[in-house]
């Protein structure tokens, strides 16, 4: 078993950064990918990012690329997910999840662990 909590959600101005972080515990997912999703308020749940299980590559959703960095430290059994030039509509609660088949997935049904979420609210 896999459990996963994220932390470091908050209120920034738009154009700022924010920082999340997903710590595992139970087994290490040091071999799993690593993904994070959103949900904004009425809207369906969305891809973010992904790493692969060695760190090697990683894949963005257009909407958030070239601003959002996903990094992983298997060693700290941690995975992050770096926030810069904040948008209003960047505003959902962000989620962290693991799939245990270790390649980079973009749909929500490949992952099999979960974390609670963390709110991230980016003010105009």
């Known amino acids: 078993q896999v459990q996963l909590v994220e932390s470091g959600g908050g209120l920034v101005q738009a154009g700022g950064s924010l920082r999340l972080s997903c710590a595992g515990s139970?087994?290490?997912?040091?071999?799993?990918?690593m993904g994070w999703f959103r949900q904004a308020p009425g809207k369906e749940r969305e891809f973010v990012a992904s790493?692969?299980?060695?760190?090697?590559?990683?894949y963005y959703a257009d909407s958030v690329k070239g601003r959002f960095t996903i990094l992983r430290d298997n060693a700290k059994n941690t995975v992050s997910l770096q926030m810069n030039s904040l948008k209003p509509e960047d505003t959902a609660v962000y989620y962290c999840?693991?799939?245990?088949?270790?390649?980079?997935?973009?749909?929500?049904?490949?992952?099999?662990?979960w974390g609670q979420g963390t709110q991230v609210t980016v003010s105009s």
């Open positions: 790493i692969s299980w060695t760190g090697g590559s990683t």
């Open positions: 999840a693991a799939n245990t088949g270790g390649t980079i997935r973009t749909m929500s049904y490949h992952y099999d662990y």
């Open positions: 139970g087994r290490t997912f040091s071999n799993y990918a």
